[in-house]
């Protein structure tokens, strides 16, 4: 879109990008709002609304010599449409002349608004929509103000119809601008939405089976220009001019999804301020104005009454809630000057947390093992090498680009990445799924290649003849680690690495590797000095004191319950968990809606959230805590200021250098803009006020930098008898996941296995099974299906009650317990 | 000197305009705005629905709503939605009215009583059950069980204009 034509909107020039839609370019260009219902900037145009039309025209030019045709007083001759046309399903061209404001848009306007709102219910009082509606807002601008339709000819319909649990459908409200089963369509790629019936008596339908199955249901409230959907989670929690918006990151997955916590005083939370609703805020480099249902309605573990609110310290073998002053001196008096520490951080830890855990690790021993959990996964070094370049954006990607991803069910993963992977995928880059199983991306795979688990490097290593590689102009790998160990990802990592040097797809923007991370920050805890090769180190031998923070080693994971041998814990948590349970000291930390920090998400893009809600009971934030315990023991300065941390970190950490909390919260105008607001195509919160982050360059990016080889042993695993390969969903009973509300509750669902029917043998599916491995008998529903390798049994993690494994496993027994019910 | 007597003896003889407060009560007008009360349907429900608009109207923000679900197990205004927490700050009100006019239900409405007066600043704020009316006689009040589908429009239906 380099190349620039004029255009005149109202009499006006303006320099604007060829081919761009004319409505986003009036918007962001002329500061024009066309009004506009169906349109949304990240969907095709269908033009069903009518609200957009404007007269449109063209300057005539002699057709042999290609002058201007100028009338009698020197102007140029516009030859324009004999009819309104509707400036959402034109692109601009050079010499295209637009007006806006004639009589005859206007009436057009009004008429549209009036036809509208014949049916529609006057119910805005008590909308949710209502105070950022669309439709409110054009009624105030273009509507007519008064109708000439009967009162009484007003259709009525179901007003309260579940879509599914998470969404309500106001069946009245609809006003038909299909932007929630195109975007189901279009962008999801679950087409679960339908239209029903014609004319008066069309209605959206569900057409899927639980109703309105998809990971990404919550963004259809966003795009809806009226009330017609609305979410079960905010559902008249407040009014949208009550709330106060707070930008703040995900803190599930490693997308760095960009959100605002929609926040206000609660009389049942204690008078605190909580967050009422989790919306979008628009980056159009990370998630563009999409986030996930885990996203959006998983923020009800920071006020779960299950929260701790005050320091617990042992006493024999029970737990006593103490004062801070104590719990502090007695860990201070346990600490014995060079023992061996170990220290486990949590995905959901900043990189402030993570540089003071580190101080105050190394504070008592230099020699002090930095460890990440989950241990699943490796290689943050070789992501600061060869990571995706400075820039990249998925949005920019399209013919030419080839997108590889390689052992992650991205879609559970990694939500946004899977959809905007899709969408990629849409405009013409070549997708590549490599995987042992089946996943929802192979439909949109230009190419799915299988190897058996174990093999996944030598099949990454064939890709450096596929077609798919050699003619790609611009290369992304996106590995994750499913049935794999930490060694044997270390070698995948390796072996995409060696990949992309070898055909030069490093250190440039749409280029490079990406790791989809088992959580929010754990690229942050790799640059910090973590890593999770000290983990396996650590299961291995478990040093004399621990400190974990957020985390729950004991209760997810079943590698990690030797742990629990360490002579002192300290155990940093936001609620009391099997690991808490072996602690000798617990200490009440914040979670991400109270304090501020940063993280990194896998593209390296370091970004600010800030505190959102009142603080529960006497928690502090991890930082604090591992300062003032740091401070206990040798005196040694605190900051005030999570800002000063950060600021040490940037001192410290080469990647980070130069980077400020006032960098990251820079933000520039994005085209689209989407989050103005004045809500102008959405009618929510997209507005980023937060900051976009700033994105650290590769090493691979320096100038003149040689990436150095990256060698591969090839080795392939195989494995004998039934093995459990522990895969990665979407919603699970994970450390902070686990607190959510009733509605994520019925979500997550109970434990299940998918196995082979060729396995299956006398399993019949729907039964509940027990799968003993390791002595350990793990209770689940049985699903039998292709989608599960044959001799391989797909084991979601932290599903079921005991802690699972988080590495390929060998089955002992798989026996039924109880038969299908009905059966 | 008599002139001034004389003014004497006929004040003295005339009707007294100071009242003997607070056994008596001077009438107020009509259009007096004083303590704000909720007011009820014929049927008991309530008419307020939750919407917040007098709060957002408040020019003191006196006002504080929460807002629920009905049901119609349990109900407690026409519609899908009513305050669950329905408070006014009377030290913060100002009187001025605004709330009765952006009231799209005719809820709340400014009415005589003008009594008011507090020890401490906790008592100042009048919660729902001290600002909402009895039901009608011989109506139960809220919540009410109610025929399914009986009352799903939360505001009074209009009609076209005369």
């Given at each position: 879109m380099s190349e620039l034509v004029t255009i005149y909107i109202d009499g006006q020039p303006y320099e604007v990008p060829k081919g761009a839609n004319l409505v986003d370019v009036a918007k962001f260009?002329?500061?024009?709002?066309?009004?506009?219902?169906?349109?949304?900037?990240?969907m095709e145009p269908?033009?069903?609304?009518?609200?957009?039309?404007v007269e449109l025209g063209t300057i005539m030019r002699d057709r042999d010599s290609g002058e201007v045709i100028t009338g009698e007083n020197g102007e140029p001759q516009v030859r324009w449409f004999p009819k309104l046309q509707t400036a959402c399903t034109t692109t601009v061209t050079d010499g295209m002349v637009v007006r806006t404001n004639t009589d005859a848009v206007i009436e057009a306007r009004d008429d549209m608004i009036e036809f509208l709102l014949t049916?529609?219910?006057?119910d805005c009082p008590i909308?949710?929509?209502?105070?950022?509606c669309p439709l409110q807002n054009l009624t105030m601008a273009h509507?007519?103000?008064?109708?000439?339709?009967?009162?009484?000819?007003k259709v009525r319909l179901a007003k309260?119809?579940?879509?599914?649990?998470?969404i309500y459908l106001d069946r009245e409200r609809c006003?038909?601008?299909?932007r929630c089963t195109r975007f189901q369509d279009e962008?999801?790629?679950?087409?679960v939405l339908a239209f029903h019936e014609r004319g008066r008596e069309l209605q959206i339908i569900t057409v899927s089976d639980p109703p309105f199955?998809?990971?990404?249901?919550?963004?259809t409230t966003d795009i809806?220009?009226?009330?017609?959907l609305t979410t079960a989670d905010f559902?008249?929690?407040?009014?949208p001019w009550e709330l106060k918006d707070i930008a703040s990151l995900d803190?599930?997955?490693?997308?760095g999804a960009n959100i605002s916590l929609s926040t206000r005083l609660d009389r049942d939370a204690g008078g605190i301020v909580i967050i009422k609703r989790v919306m979008p805020r628009q980056n159009e480099a990370v998630n563009e104005i999409w986030i996930s249902d885990k996203t959006r309605f998983g923020h009800h573990h920071t006020r779960a009454?299950?929260?701790?609110?005050k320091p617990k310290v042992r006493v024999g073998d029970r737990l006593v809630e103490a004062e801070w002053d104590h719990a502090l001196e007695v860990i201070r008096k346990h600490i014995k000057p060079n023992v061996s520490v170990g220290a486990i951080a949590g995905p959901t830890l900043s990189n402030e947390d993570l540089w003071e855990l580190r101080k105050l690790a190394q504070a008592v021993n230099a020699g002090a093992k930095l460890s990440i959990y989950?241990?699943?996964?490796?290689g943050g070094d070789i992501i600061a090498q060869v990571?995706?370049?400075?820039?990249?954006?998925?949005?920019?990607?399209?013919?030419?680009t080839t997108i590889v991803v390689v052992a992650s069910d991205i879609e559970e993963e990694a939500p946004i990445w899977y959809l905007r992977t899709k969408v990629a995928g849409d405009r013409g880059a070549k997708i590549l799924v490599l995987n042992a199983r089946e996943t929802r991306l192979d439909h949109y795979a230009a190419d799915s290649i299988r190897y058996d688990y174990g093999a996944a490097v030598s099949a990454v290593n064939d890709l450096a003849k596929h077609e798919a590689v050699t003619n790609a102009e611009n290369l992304v790998l996106i590995c994750g680690a499913e049935g794999m160990t930490l060694e044997q990802h270390g070698e995948l990592m390796n072996a995409c690495a060696n990949l992309l040097v070898s055909t030069g797809?490093?250190?440039?923007?749409?280029n490079g590797l990406l790791a989809v991370w088992e959580g929010a920050n754990v690229q942050g805890a790799f640059d910090v000095g973590f890593s999770t090769e000290a983990t396996a180190e650590m299961m291995a031998k478990v040093p004399d004191l621990l400190f974990i923070a957020g985390c729950d080693p004991i209760g997810e994971s079943?590698?990690?319950?030797?742990?629990?041998?360490?002579?002192f814990i300290v155990v940093n948590s936001l609620f009391d968990t099997p690991t808490t349970a072996v602690a000798d000291v617990v200490l009440p930390s914040q979670s991400f809606a109270e304090r501020d920090g940063t993280f990194t998400s896998g593209e390296r893009r370091v970004q600010r959230f800030y505190p959102a809600q009142g603080v529960i009971g006497q928690s502090q934030t991890d930082w604090r805590i591992f300062a003032s315990i740091r401070n206990g023991l040798n005196g040694s300065a605190v900051q005030r200021l999570t800002a000063g941390v950060f600021k040490e970190l940037a001192g410290e950490i080469a990647a980070y250098e130069g980077l400020t909390y006032p960098a990251l919260a820079v933000v520039e105008r994005q085209f689209?803009?989407?989050?103005?607001d004045d809500l102008?195509?959405?009618?929510?919160?997209?507005?980023?006020?937060g900051g976009l982050g700033v994105q650290y360059p590769a090493t691979?990016?320096?100038?003149?930098a040689k990436p150095s080889k990256f060698a591969t042993k090839g080795k392939k695993t195989s494995y004998k008898g039934l093995t459990a390969i522990p895969v990665n969903r979407l919603?699970?009973?994970g450390y902070l996941f686990k607190y959510s509300d009733e509605l994520m509750q019925q979500r997550i669902g109970e434990p299940f296995v998918v196995i082979n029917p060729a396995d299956a043998a006398n399993i019949a599916g729907g039964s509940r099974v027990g799968v003993t491995i390791d002595g350990v008998q793990y209770e689940a529903l049985a699903v039998v299906s292709?989608?599960?390798?044959?001799?391989f049994v797909l084991m979601p993690k932290r599903l079921t009650s005991q802690p699972g494994p988080f590495a390929p496993a060998a089955i002992e027994t798989i026996e039924v317990i109880a038969e299908p019910v009905g059966a | 000197m008599f002139s001034g007597f004389w003014m004497t003896i006929k004040h003295a003889f005339m009707d007294r305009p100071?009242?003997?407060y607070p056994e008596e009560r001077r009438p107020v007008h009509e259009r007096f705005k004083g303590r704000h009360a909720l007011k009820r349907y014929d049927n008991g429900l309530?008419?307020?629905?939750?919407?917040s608009l007098c709060a957002a109207a408040c020019p003191a923000d006196a006002i504080w709503v929460e807002a629920a679900e009905n049901t119609d197990d349990e109900?407690?205004?026409?519609?899908?939605r009513y305050a669950k927490t329905y408070e006014i700050n009377m030290l913060r009100?100002?009187?001025?009215?605004y709330c009765e006019d952006a009231c799209p239900t005719e809820a709340i409405v400014l009415e005589h009583e003008y009594q008011l007066s507090f020890t401490?600043?906790?008592?100042?704020?009048?919660?729902k059950d001290m600002l909402i009316d009895n039901p009608p006689e011989g109506r139960e009040g809220t919540p009410q069980t109610v025929?399914?589908?009986?009352?799903?429009?939360?505001i009074p239906d209009m009609e076209n204009p005369k």
């Open positions: 260009y002329a500061d024009n709002g066309i009004p506009v219902f169906c349109y949304h900037p990240k269908v033009g069903m609304c009518r609200m957009c039309l049916s529609h219910p006057l909308c949710d929509k209502g105070g950022e509507g007519p103000g008064r109708s000439v339709f009967y009162w009484e000819d309260h119809v579940p879509l599914g649990e998470l006003i038909q601008c299909a962008i999801v790629g679950d087409d199955d998809t990971y990404f249901s919550g963004n809806c220009p009226v009330g017609a559902r008249f929690e407040a009014r803190v599930y997955g490693p997308e009454a299950e929260r701790l609110t989950p241990a699943t996964m490796t990571g995706v370049g400075v820039g990249t954006n998925f949005k920019d990607m399209g013919s030419g797809h490093v250190g440039r923007p749409n079943a590698e990690a319950a030797g742990l629990s041998k360490a002579k689209p803009d989407v989050g103005g102008y195509y959405g009618g929510t919160a997209y507005q980023n006020n691979s990016e320096a100038e003149g919603y699970d009973r292709e989608d599960a390798p044959k001799g | 100071t009242i003997s309530e008419k307020c629905i939750g919407c109900r407690y205004s026409p519609g899908e009100c100002i009187f001025c009215g401490n600043r906790r008592d100042a704020i009048y919660t025929e399914p589908g009986a009352f799903d429009r939360s």
